[in-house]
């Protein structure tokens, strides 16, 4: 017995661009978890190639995974996992903005087109600044969540994963360095508010040759865990 396959297309705006012309990492890996359980557990994404912006694309559910791709070509899998995903650490909200003075990016950014990291207008993009936490091997950045990044269901997985992808990389990031992400992993453990203020925080958690292991979260202001993502980069050769 065989399990027909639900397709559906997927186009990803221009908007929500990482790299110059391909698809932000997180901004996808949320698209897909959200597609397979709404984000509500852990869902592991892996990026096998870079998704293109404004093509028709193919999103399969097959089980209890999701596929997408560009014709015959598999672009992104998710898959469930069973564990409960849990932050680096919560850092408060004040703190957390006062390290985005220290943001690698705002002397030499390698992607500052990014969606969630990049140097974009106030309300386009997310602006997810990332400095040093003091006496940390931290780094955070204070999150106002702009009204433009609200639909008529909230603010939706997808944004979610865009603010949890790049700043487990700027945890590793110094001046000049770049990697793309390979593997995400994400969990949303309560809604994000439109206008409300976050914390966002990551650490790296080790590195084996080119690839980049990572963990980020975002807390609400008391400390409680709202979202939280692990993640695995590679570098270029």
């Known amino acids: 017995m065989t399990t027909a396959a639900l397709q559906t297309v997927l186009t990803v705006p221009e908007r929500f661009r990482g790299p110059v012309g391909i698809a932000n990492g997180g901004w996808i890996a949320g698209t897909m978890a959200e597609a397979l359980n709404g984000g509500r557990s852990a869902v592991e994404v892996t990026l096998h190639a870079p998704t293109p912006l404004e093509t028709e694309l193919r999103l399969e559910h097959v089980a209890n995974s999701v596929s997408l791709s560009h014709g015959e070509r598999l672009l992104v899998e998710a898959i469930p996992v069973a564990e409960d995903l849990e932050g680096p650490g919560f850092v408060p909200f004040t703190d957390a903005a006062r390290a985005e003075a220290g943001f690698v990016g705002l002397r030499a950014h390698p992607f500052a087109e990014c969606f969630a990291c990049g140097m974009r207008e106030p309300g386009d993009g997310l602006r997810i600044f990332p400095g040093p936490v003091e006496g940390t091997d931290m780094v955070a950045a204070g999150w106002r969540v702009p009204f433009t990044v609200t639909g008529e269901d909230g603010v939706r997985a997808s944004i979610v994963g865009a603010v ?18 390979g593997r995400l992993a994400v969990q949303i453990h309560r809604p994000v508010h439109p206008g409300g203020r976050y914390s966002v925080v990551a650490r790296p958690t080790g590195r084996d040759g080119r690839k980049m292991f990572g963990q980020s979260a975002i807390y609400e202001d008391d400390g409680t865990l709202v979202a939280a993502a692990r993640a695995t980069w590679i570098a270029s050769r």
């Open 164 to 181: 949890l992808d790049c700043i487990t990389g700027w945890a590793h990031f110094g001046p000049g360095e770049t990697a793309l992400l």
